[in-house]
């Protein structure tokens, strides 16, 4: 014999959102003769009690015993094998339900888990470093980049310069510290210093980094990062035209150096290329802008982990228009998204709001086009969707969700708004931050 208990949850607003159902079996003895009527009587033992007092949470209960079949769990199996696999906003819906489940929401312990399972350990471990000192509160810290309320622009002021000025670098986040690379300088003179902020000083200020190796000058080339600690750099325009060359800075290094790595089969040479890391091994490369302002489509995989690393190029029967200046970012360990740029539709070359994705996990990776306003039949995501955009910024943020800021739009102007995308597997949602600051 089965029977099946129902917990609701409440939101905040007292409307039901989930249902929690617990089955159980047990033993029974019947007649296997002919019966007139069902061996076991049909009635509805549990009900539902509004509240004990004036305010939430809510109460569960059995009309017999007066505690319904959820609260006969343990707090350890409570926490462990089913608040700690919720996300953020369902342990919080979960919590509204009763006094005990309220209590046990509260605990750090558990919000620990739930940001671990719902973020990755690599995103909570640096989270846990970048606090130091100061503690750690799991419970805000869910909250806070769950609903972003907490968001606020803040001018840091730094010492240090980066000298002489310059445009077109590229420059990436490595644990606490921005580094910055190359870069074109005056009457398109392209460059190759290194510059190193570390935010977790108590003084910041920009470094040059004296390298024992340097790597070519370069402008329109990307970074991205490798292994947690160091930086693959590729492509750009250099002194004698564009690159295809990859190299590898480690940050941990006495003595950092750009380190070549000799790849065989390697893309065409470009520049306003995107690219991104997966697994933090393996570097991939998109689009760009090859020789007589050619726009590219092909993606390239490079193990940058093996003996002999060769390029692999994502053979697909579909692949995104043609385009430079775009984003690529991993979410979700192995997926990727790319979005805007300045893409090809026919004989123009139009700004871009599109979003494709591509799953790596899959045997055969397919670019999958998700939504957007430029290809034929395209649709609007719900919510605000950003204007068409060239030379963003992107950043992934936990839980599968991305901000995107600035870039080119329309009439030359730069972007000042962030928005955020949610919900990418599901029902893509756009979302402009009113940001302070």
Known sequence: MTSLCLTPIFGDDGIMTHI??????????LELGPLPSPPWKVSSCYQFVGTLDDSYPHECMNSEDGLCCLLRLSDEVLVLNILALLPPRDVVSFGMTCKRLYKLSKSENLWKLVCQNSWGSETTNLLESIQGSMGQDWGRLARELTTLEASVWKKRTVGGAIEPSRCNFSAYVVGTKVVLFGGEGVNMQPMNDTFVLDLSAS??????VQVSSPAPSQWGHTLS??????LVLFGGCGKEGLLNDVFVLNLDEPSPCWREVISAAPPLPRSWHSSCTVDGTTLVVSGGCADSGVLLSDTFLLDLMTDKPMWREVTVTYRPPCRLGHSLFVYGKRKILMFGGLAKSGPLKLRSSDIYKIDQNKKEPKWRYVTGSSMPGGSTPGGRSP???LDHVDIALPGGRVLVFGGSIAGMHSASEIFLLDRIEENPTWRMLDVAG
């Open 20 to 29: 929690i159902g617990i089955q159980s079996f047990r033993e029974v003895k």
């Open 203 to 208: 003084h910041p200020e920009w470094q040059h």
């Open 225 to 230: 990062c490798l292994n947690g600690s160091s």
């Open 387 to 389: 204007p068409p955009r």
